[in-house]
């Protein structure tokens, strides 16, 4: 039976990670909450990882206008304690996990980044993820594995798809921004991505290195308002499309953040599907409290 550490537990992608284990009983699973395990601690984290054959992270500093006036702090949650965990794991032989970000990129392409395109993060959250990203590079570089998300919307935290159904009960009409583009990404879905994955690891099958944990496809913020409101049934054509200059944030947004999903067939595993399809999931499945079911 293999033991898994899961870091971050009590976020929204933590908690789905959990319920998907929690259909496992091959494996032992360890939820380490940020009461439970600060991974900023580098002892703390020797001490959490020690026993487990596999680790997947999802504690992370996530406030990104944050990270703008607080880079050290974000730097040190992002960066840092990856660094931590990623010396724990090469100390004990755990494989790693780490759920890092599409913000190391610049955001000016026009087809989707490769796995291994360049980065060059323009605010201080994609800095300090990129930091991360090193760090398992550096100390893991057989057995660390690296999973970009973005556009994470689920049942357990904030996110925009809980923001546009919050507004459309406040607000006859929302203005929201048609030219930022991406991928929306259940987090349900991705738990379970991360979950074979890690699977794949442990089993030798999946080489190292960097893979991309969105849903095929693209949309834009605009898009993707309009979807949800056609799944709770609202009128779509209360979105109305603006520009991103209308919302002035400390931190400059990436214009592009389509990802591509190459390297999932080298560990033999199929990408997540089209955001279509799981938004639709992700609205049939959830029971309340979930933000788009109705109680």
Same mark, same amino acid.
């Given at each position: 039976?293999?033991?898994?550490?899961?870091?971050?537990?009590?976020?929204?992608?933590?908690?789905?990670?959990?319920?998907?284990?929690?259909?496992?009983?091959?494996?032992?699973?360890?939820?380490?909450?940020?009461?439970?395990?600060?991974?900023?601690?580098?002892?703390?984290?020797?001490?959490? @990882?020690?026993?487990? /054959?596999?680790?997947?992270?999802?504690?992370?500093?996530?406030?990104?206008?944050?990270?703008?006036?607080?880079?050290?702090?974000?730097?040190?949650?992002?960066?840092?304690?990856?660094?931590?965990?990623?010396?724990?794991?090469?100390?004990?032989?755990?494989?790693?996990?780490?759920?890092?970000? /599409?913000?190391?990129?610049?955001? /000016?392409?026009?087809?989707?980044?490769?796995?291994?395109?360049?980065?060059?993060?323009?605010?201080?959250?994609?800095?300090?993820?990129?930091?991360?990203?090193?760090?398992?590079?550096?100390?893991?570089?057989?057995?660390?594995?690296?999973? &970009?998300?973005?556009?994470?919307?689920?049942?357990?935290?904030?996110?925009?798809?809980?923001?546009?159904?919050?507004?459309?009960?406040? &607000?006859?009409?929302?203005?929201? @921004?048609?030219?930022?583009?991406?991928?929306?990404?259940?987090?349900?879905?991705?738990?379970?991505?991360?979950?074979?994955?890690?699977?794949?690891?442990?089993?030798?099958?999946?080489?190292?290195? @960097?893979?991309?944990?969105?849903?095929?496809?693209?949309?834009?913020?605009?898009?993707?308002?309009?979807?949800?409101?056609?799944?709770?049934?609202?009128?779509? /054509? &209360?979105? &109305?499309?603006?520009?991103?200059?209308?919302?002035?944030?400390?931190?400059?947004?990436?214009?592009?953040?389509?990802?591509?999903?190459?390297?999932?067939?080298?560990?033999?595993?199929?990408?997540?599907?089209?955001?279509?399809?799981?938004?639709?999931?992700?609205?049939?499945?959830?029971?309340?409290?979930?933000?788009?079911?109705?109680?």
């Amino acid at each position: 039976m293999s033991r898994v550490l899961v870091t971050g537990a009590g976020g929204m992608l933590g908690r789905d990670l959990l319920a998907v284990l929690d259909s496992r009983p091959d494996l032992k699973v360890t939820a380490a909450t940020r009461a439970e395990v600060d991974i900023t601690d580098a002892a703390a984290v020797r001490a959490a @990882v020690a026993g487990h /054959d596999l680790v997947v992270n999802t504690a992370a500093w996530t406030d990104v206008d944050g990270a703008e006036e607080q880079e050290a702090a974000a730097t040190a949650v992002n960066g840092d304690a990856v660094g931590h965990l990623a010396a724990a794991c090469a100390a004990t032989g755990a494989r790693l996990v780490h759920v890092s970000t /599409d913000y190391v990129f610049p955001g /000016d392409g026009t087809t989707p980044y490769a796995e291994d395109a360049p980065t060059a993060p323009i605010n201080a959250y994609g800095r300090s993820k990129l930091a991360g990203e090193r760090a398992v590079a550096r100390f893991l570089p057989e057995t660390g594995y690296v999973v &970009r998300t973005a556009w994470l919307y689920g049942a357990h935290g904030p996110n925009f798809v809980a923001t546009m159904l919050r507004l459309a009960e406040q &607000r006859e009409h929302l203005d929201v @921004v048609d030219d930022q583009h991406g991928q929306p990404t259940w987090s349900y879905a991705l738990a379970a991505q991360l979950v074979a994955l890690g699977d794949a690891a442990l089993a030798g099958r999946a080489p190292a290195g @960097v893979y991309h944990g969105t849903c095929a496809g693209q949309t834009t913020w605009y898009g993707l308002a309009r979807a949800v409101f056609t799944l709770r049934g609202l009128d779509p /054509d &209360r979105i &109305r499309p603006t520009t991103s200059d209308r919302f002035r944030r400390p931190a400059p947004r990436p214009a592009y953040s389509v990802l591509g999903h190459g390297r999932w067939a080298a560990a033999g595993l199929p990408p997540l599907p089209d955001w279509h399809t799981t938004l639709a999931d992700a609205f049939a499945s959830a029971a309340p409290p979930a933000p788009w079911k109705v109680a």
